[in-house]
């Protein structure tokens, strides 16, 4: 393992992002095969194979591109380039904040894909999804506060290297990013603005009028930004790299046997449990480390 | 090559059925039949659909809907006709009403027969339909080449009277 990390270390910047993009969107898709595979199993299914979510996105590129308007596919083109962006910049080891900031930016491009159409489900879905964008904020702004408490950068090249492991510092923070999670990676019951899942009451939410080649992209950076939310993850537990990768591959495991235990919530619930959360686990546990040093 | 056999997304319409062809389709999705091994998902989304499945007699009220949920499916795309009711009618054809099978509409490219269709049926036809789908994405794709100037806003879909 030090030999695979000193060999990403005597990568460049731009080395790095090339990786990145290259090897994120295989990774993604083989952890949202993973996903449904297991998720099929334990409903008592046999489940589609691993590679399904490979196939779906290749026919999606091969079906025929219907466009509503004009503007509707270039907030989804935004979209992915941030979402590709902000991985970049966090994979790269540049500023975890940035990262996030322009990981938010690219949810708001998304947002903007919903809103640019005329399908009152589409809208619906675009509002839902801005009321889950303001549930997680606060938290995941508060994973970046929290490390650099810890380790006094907000680099992550610096917080990788830290010797001293942040999720002993951190129990709260990581409970709370764990919580959000969730509604990042569109799992019920946080699922409000689009399902995964083939049927629910929006039709299919903040994706319904994407179809074809714009859909297949948005599916694409779903499994970019799942690449890097378990790089923060990742983060949490770097002072040993195996101990690291396991705990991330167990957090997704965690989210999907959360997902299958759980009916949607409604949104008034979502919102104040996921600020609740936030206030109890997160806010307390950064408060108690300013007592602290 | 090949990704639309691997991955036929359904749509399903009830035109005036019984209920009992649906039934079936919902029981293809359960446990014991398990459409998603085959990497079928019921989209409920025009959209994002491949396959239309067409259930019931379809009459005056059910014609113009169904004719919109296909003409908003992208290219290439399938119908199959799921039961006798949408193949035929079946003992509805003489109503008044009842325009007597979903081909009067749309063109089909599979008919499952039954009253109900078996799940069992309907999955072998949907399976039938994605070779098709196949097949048009061929022709597609060959028409393309020949023509390349006159296929950009062509939709191949159902001509409006």
């Known amino acids: 393992m030090n030999s695979i990390s000193e060999i990403i270390q005597s990568w460049s910047i731009i080395e790095r992002m090339l990786a990145f993009f290259l090897l994120a969107p295989i990774a993604g898709g083989v952890l949202a095969g993973i996903d449904r595979k297991l998720s099929a199993r334990l409903q008592g299914r046999y489940g589609p194979p691993v590679r399904q979510p490979f196939f779906d996105v290749l026919k999606l590129f091969q079906k025929e591109r219907?466009?509503?308007?004009?503007?509707?596919?270039?907030?989804?083109?935004?979209?992915?380039?941030?979402?590709?962006?902000?991985?970049?910049?966090?994979?790269?080891?540049?500023?975890?904040?940035?990262?996030?900031?322009?990981?938010?930016?690219?949810?708001?491009?998304?947002?903007l894909g919903g809103f640019s159409v005329s399908s009152p489900y589409s809208h619906l879905g675009a509002e839902r999804e801005l009321i889950q964008m303001m549930s997680y904020e606060p938290m995941v702004i508060l994973v970046a506060v929290g490390m650099y408490q810890v380790t006094g950068s907000?680099?992550?090249?610096?917080?990788?290297?830290?010797?001293?492991?942040?999720?002993?510092?951190?129990?709260?923070?990581?409970?709370?990013?764990?919580?959000?999670?969730?509604?990042?990676?569109?799992?019920?019951?946080?699922d409000l603005s689009m399902s995964h899942h083939a049927h629910q009451e929006l039709v299919r939410g903040i994706t319904t009028e994407f179809s074809g080649?714009?859909?297949?992209?948005?599916?694409?950076?779903?499994?970019?930004?799942?690449?890097?939310?378990?790089?923060?993850?990742?983060?949490?537990?770097?002072?040993?790299?195996?101990?690291?990768?396991?705990?991330?591959?167990?957090?997704?495991?965690?989210?999907?046997?959360?997902?299958?235990?759980?009916?949607?919530?409604?949104?008034?619930?979502?919102?104040?449990?996921?600020?609740?959360?936030?206030?109890?686990?997160?806010?307390?546990?950064?408060?108690?480390?300013?007592?602290?040093? | 090559m090949g990704w639309f056999k691997k991955s036929p997304w359904l749509l399903h319409y009830n035109a005036t059925s019984c209920n009992g062809c649906d039934i079936e389709i919902i029981a293809c999705l359960t446990p014991l039949y398990d459409l998603e091994r085959f990497g079928i998902i019921n989209t409920g989304n025009p959209k994002h659909a491949d396959i239309l499945a067409v259930t019931g007699s379809v009459n005056e009220k059910s014609k113009q809907i169904l004719k919109n949920l296909y003409d908003q499916m992208p290219n290439p795309k399938v119908v199959v006709a799921v039961g006798l009711c949408a193949i035929s009618g079946c003992v509805f054809q003489d109503c008044y009403n009842?325009?007597?099978?979903?081909?009067?509409?749309?063109?089909?490219?599979?008919?499952?027969?039954g009253c109900s269709a078996r799940p069992e049926s309907i999955i072998d036809g949907v399976l039938q339909a994605c070779e098709i789908l196949e097949e048009k994405y061929a022709q597609q794709k060959k028409a393309k080449q020949s023509s390349p100037k006159s296929q950009t806003n062509q939709r191949q879909g159902f001509n409006h009277e």
């Open chain 1, 66 to 111: 219907i466009l509503v308007n004009k503007f509707q596919n270039f907030p989804i083109v935004l979209f992915f380039l941030f979402t590709v962006f902000s991985g970049a910049l966090f994979f790269s080891g540049a500023s975890i904040l940035l990262a996030i900031f322009s990981l938010a930016l690219a949810g708001t491009f998304f947002i």
């Open chain 1, 154 to 190: 907000f680099t992550v090249a610096d917080i990788v290297q830290h010797q001293a492991s942040l999720i002993l510092y951190l129990p709260g923070v990581f409970a709370g990013f764990v919580y959000i999670l969730t509604i990042k990676f569109r799992k019920s019951p946080f």
């Open chain 1, 213 to 293: 080649p714009a859909l297949g992209l948005i599916e694409i950076t779903h499994w970019y930004e799942n690449v890097l939310l378990l790089g923060m993850v990742y983060l949490f537990f770097a002072f040993n790299p195996w101990l690291a990768i396991v705990a991330s591959l167990g957090t997704y495991l965690f989210e999907i046997i959360i997902d299958m235990n759980y009916a949607r919530f409604k949104w008034q619930l979502t919102f104040w449990s996921s600020w609740l959360f936030t206030a109890v686990a997160g806010v307390s546990n950064i408060i108690v480390l300013c007592f602290l040093k």
């Open chain 2, 98 to 113: 009842v325009l007597g099978g979903a081909d009067k509409v749309l063109p089909v490219d599979v008919y499952v027969p």
